[in-house]
């Protein structure tokens, strides 16, 4: 199972396979959403556009977005057991913003909100084109598991910072869903 982490232009997956009581790290990748020379904040570019080109950059860094974490996963996938990937978990964030691009483009940050948004429904979509189940996780239901999260760090060694902490928990909560499911 994989658990990803996206923040403005990147993302973090770590995958784990075993059982939720006895988890296994397998891999972890950081994975550049946006290619180079292309604004990450596209929001933020967008100010000042008139509405059409902003619509038009933003679809832009949504496709190219979408693109790179399909790629980043199935690098990460390459690297585990076959049976290990069935579901891929996002951590995610509840928050709200405009339904209208100009009233995003009004708020500073609306703007940030709407990009966190881009990137992780970009890893979402990302999910299921490579034929996998997609679950969104809210980042607040993600399990504490300070043991297995500890264990799991030492594992994998440096870098363990919060956001691999929060990619495996995400792919913790893809465990103990099988473990209910069995």
């Known amino acids: 199972m994989i658990g990803v982490m996206a ?6 997956a ?3 396979s075993g059982t939720a009581a006895a988890p296994r790290f397998r891999a972890r990748r950081e994975i550049e959403l946006v290619p180079r020379g292309q604004a990450a904040q596209p929001y933020h570019a967008a100010a000042g556009m008139d509405l059409a080109a902003a619509a038009e950059l933003i679809a832009q860094t949504e496709s190219a977005a979408e693109k790179a974490a399909a790629a980043g996963l199935l690098t990460v996938a390459a690297e585990v057991p076959a049976t290990a990937v069935r579901a891929v978990a996002v951590v995610v964030k509840a928050v709200s913003v405009p339904g209208d691009l100009a009233g995003i483009l009004r708020s500073h940050a609306w703007m940030h909100a709407a990009e966190g948004v881009l990137y992780r429904e970009a890893v979402l979509a990302a999910v299921t084109e490579c034929g996998w189940a997609a679950r969104a996780v809210e980042q607040s239901a993600l399990p504490a598991a300070e043991q297995a999260i500890e264990a799991l760090g030492r ?3 440096p870098p363990w910072r919060r956001v691999e902490k929060d990619a ?4 913790l909560t893809l465990l103990t869903a099988a473990a209910d499911n069995a």
């Open 7 to 12: 923040r403005t232009g990147q993302a973090v």
């Open 14 to 16: 770590v995958a784990l």
């Open 155 to 157: 594992a994998a060694g």
């Open 168 to 171: 495996a928990r995400a792919a």
